[in-house]
């Protein structure tokens, strides 16, 4: 809604992924300490704010899919409106999925401060391997099977 | 195209093996909006005086799973499924929860419409403005937890290898257990697992025609609203009521189990011969300590957060996932087996869940069953093992069994109307009085006895055109319309209703139309039940109802409540026949419930004046 004006979850930067009923894996951008995504673009179009998120030059980006190839948990897609790589950019700072989670009164989300980690990395991960650890959790013995 | 919808149909007829895009005129769609409503009127163009001759699980019935102006915006978007019922030879609006809905929307679909039946087993792929159909041999007969891993799989896979733009996310997928693949005439259409469209049997319908599933998987945003502005502040508005209902989202529907018999007296025990028990191990947080794994569970852009999801993690049935359980499947799946213990109970809504049987309609034949059992007129030799109450493997057996149609199963596999004439004739016996449906639609698990429950009352099932739907139930012929004929017909949730008046105003926001609350107490929802009304009535081919006879209460609803507070009270016969009457009147029909000539004509159904005099007489 913030980047599109539109209900449209496909181009939400945060994604959740379902492979069974009940596993969700919200999906999105770690901040890894060492910006795989960067080094793969061979058109310097993916960069780094003050912010520490990752921001995509749309103009410049050839919709290669490198990035997404470079990510461990292959993050970035392909925008299903212009085509071009699309990775949370942390709203400048202000991230509007907090504000809203808050609005709405669940508060599941919230911001943190914190420095640059070797740590952020474990964070991006494939959502089905997310969602396989995540079933076990749920289900127990029977979660090693559904996914 | 008005706002709200994707703006076209995917038409496909599966004998043909034929795909299409259909659009309704504005009008139609102003008129009839969505889901129940459009259901009906799509059936009304396409069969019309025919419907007597249309064979629910034939081939010429026509299967759909219709979204709403409303789905996908207002909190607790649905799908619905409809067509000629196999049950009651009318039609049910029948919803499910499920992104399924908003996939489709996603995709540039507000429905699906499917006629034919396919050679073989089959599934309807729908992506961005594109529909497929796929084999589904390796589906058929695949449990629901199978079915869904396969694919979600199988179609991720595909689409990221047609079209790399990065990980596809999980599509959405509606699609029917072993039961529905054979045909139970009750069982459900599925969704996510545990959700399910169970009123109307529209999973046979499916299964009628070698369909195993429909899967849409959409990239593109959902339609453009008419004020975008007013539908943001409205949408939170409506948010702002729901998030506030902290008791409600706390428990859902899943501390019903205990109260519902114990406080008010209107909860199924041993096939409706109780309506009232006090054992305190069935209530809510026996099963909220043990078994919720998640409190708060909810579909996408829902914000009532009434599902809750369970596991055993234990003993012999570890391994059993359900959501809540509700508290539809606590008493059907519990009280009504004479199951009072939670892990039972959630045991057998997982495999009836699994199997693809309605949790209300299929275990309603179940209990059924064992009544049979308990007087002497089912015997162990029947049915190969002894089906007590309170026995989980002995309901085990049973719900496989009719899924299966192995044995006597073959017989309860046509419901518990269906089942009582043909055993009934077998023995020569009146099996009627411990069949408790309407029109051959199994009752919700609301008792009107004790005239204590929240929903139902005297003739609330009695007049209704979806009969023993408790969901959506004849009220007073004016609220009903702007109610639930309405949130089916939008399709959203019940759960998720905030006001009429908020409702209608979200409407209007999203679509531009000027309706009403009062446009459709007098109009619009007057027009879709009284062609639901209509077509009921028309029936055919295997059964056709009588009018006052049939609109009535199962026997059972008249015999004394047994025990608890209310002990020695009936449902009031007179009040039935004072109400309904009232009810016809309200609703233009005559005294039998036909509807009258004026009121076809003033509700633009005047094709159906020929049909409806034949049924006057």
């Known amino acids: ?147 | 195209m008005p706002r709200g919808y994707a703006g076209k149909y995917l038409d496909v007829d599966l004998t043909r093996e034929t795909l299409r895009d259909v659009t309704f005129p504005e009008e139609t769609l102003e008129a009839y909006f969505g889901g129940r409503g459009l259901a009906v009127k799509i059936l009304l163009d396409r069969i019309g005086g025919r419907w007597p001759e249309v064979d629910a699980l034939g081939p010429e019935n026509i299967f759909m799973a219709l979204t709403g102006p409303m789905t996908g915006f207002y909190p607790g978007g649905r799908i619905c499924c409809s067509g000629k019922s196999p049950l009651s030879n009318g039609t049910v609006g029948s919803t499910a929860s499920s992104e399924f809905a908003h996939e489709l929307k996603t995709a540039g679909y507000d429905g699906v419409i499917v006629t034919g039946k396919a050679s073989s087993p089959v599934y309807i792929l729908v992506t961005d403005d594109l529909g497929e159909i796929r084999d589904a041999g390796h589906l058929w007969g695949k449990m629901g937890s199978e079915t869904i891993k396969i694919i979600n799989r199988e179609v991720t896979e595909e689409l990221a290898g047609r079209k790399p733009v990065g990980l596809w996310k999980d599509p959405g997928s509606i699609y029917i257990g072993p039961a529905g693949e054979n045909i139970v005439f009750n069982s459900a259409v599925m969704s996510k697992l545990t959700h399910a469209a169970g009123y109307g049997g529209y999973g046979s319908v499916m299964g009628s025609k070698n369909l195993k599933a429909i899967v849409a998987k959409g990239r593109g945003p959902l339609p453009e609203v008419h004020d975008l502005e007013r539908m943001k502040e409205l949408w939170d508005e409506a948010h702002r009521m729901l998030i506030a209902r902290d008791s409600w989202r706390r428990t859902g529907t899943g501390y019903g189990g205990w109260s519902t018999a114990a406080t008010m007296s209107s909860s199924p025990v041993r096939n409706w011969q109780e309506e009232w028990h006090d054992e305190r191990s069935f209530a809510g947080p026996m099963f909220e300590t043990r078994y919720w794994v998640k409190k708060y569970w909810a579909d996408f852009n829902c914000t009532a957060n009434c599902m809750k999801l369970s596991c055993i993690k234990s003993g012999r049935w570890k391994g059993d996932i359900t959501d809540g359980p509700d508290y539809e499947q606590q008493a059907y799946a519990g009280n009504n087996f004479g199951i009072f213990d939670p892990g039972d109970c959630i045991h057998l809504s997982a495999l009836i869940d699994e199997l693809g049987h309605s949790a209300i309609g299929g275990a309603n034949t179940m209990a059924f069953a064992a009544e049979l059992y308990q007087r002497g007129l089912l015997t162990e030799e029947e049915l190969g093992f002894k089906l007590e109450w309170g026995d989980t493997e002995a309901f085990d057996r049973l719900a496989r069994m009719i899924a299966h149609r192995e044995g006597v199963g073959k017989i309860l596999a046509e419901g518990t109307l269906r089942a009582a004439k043909k055993l009934g004739e077998m023995k020569g016996v009146d099996l009627s009085p411990y069949a408790v449906h309407v029109k051959g639609i199994e009752i919700g698990a609301h008792g009107t006895r004790s005239d204590r429950d929240f929903l139902a009352h005297d003739m609330s099932y009695a007049a209704n055109v979806q009969g023993g739907d408790h969901t959506s139930q004849a009220v007073d012929g004016h609220r009903e319309h702007s109610g639930s004929v309405f949130s089916d017909s939008g399709v959203f949730c019940n759960f998720c209703r905030t006001s009429q008046e908020l409702a209608f105003e979200i409407a209007r926001a999203i679509t531009g139309f000027p309706i009403t609350i009062d446009s459709w107490r007098k109009v619009n929802g007057v027009r879709i039940v009284t062609l639901q009304r209509a077509f009921l009535m028309m029936g055919g081919p295997d059964m056709v109802w009588t009018p006052i006879e049939d609109d009535e209460n199962p026997p059972r609803f008249y015999e004394p409540l047994p025990n608890g507070p209310f002990k020695g009270r009936t449902t009031d016969r007179d009040l039935v026949v004072e109400r309904r009457a009232t009810y016809f009147e309200t609703m233009g029909w005559d005294e039998r419930g036909i509807p009258r000539k004026e009121t076809l004509e003033r509700l633009d159904l005047a094709e159906l004046e020929p049909s409806m005099e034949k049924l006057r007489k």
Not at chain 1, 1 to 15: F, L, Q, T
Not at chain 1, 34 to 44: A, E, M
Not at chain 1, 49 to 64: K, L, N, P, W
């Open chain 1, 1 to 147: 809604m913030k980047h599109d004006g539109r209900w449209w979850p496909e181009a939400s930067r945060v994604r959740v992924f379902m492979p069974f009923p009940g596993v969700e894996v919200p999906h999105l951008c770690a901040q890894c300490d060492d910006y795989p995504c960067i080094g793969s673009c061979p058109v310097d179009a993916i960069s780094v704010d003050e912010t520490t998120a990752v921001v995509v030059d749309r103009e410049a980006c050839i919709s290669c899919g490198k990035c997404i190839e470079a990510c461990p948990g292959s993050v970035p897609f392909l925008h299903p409106g212009d085509n071009k790589s699309t990775i949370c950019d942390l709203c400048g700072g202000d991230p509007e999925c907090v504000k809203v989670c808050h609005e709405a009164r669940y508060d599941a989300l919230r911001l943190v401060h914190e420095g640059m980690s070797a740590n952020r990395k474990h964070f991006s991960r494939q959502p089905l391997d997310v969602a396989r650890d995540l079933a076990v959790k749920l289900f127990g013995e029977r979660g090693e099977e559904v996914i």
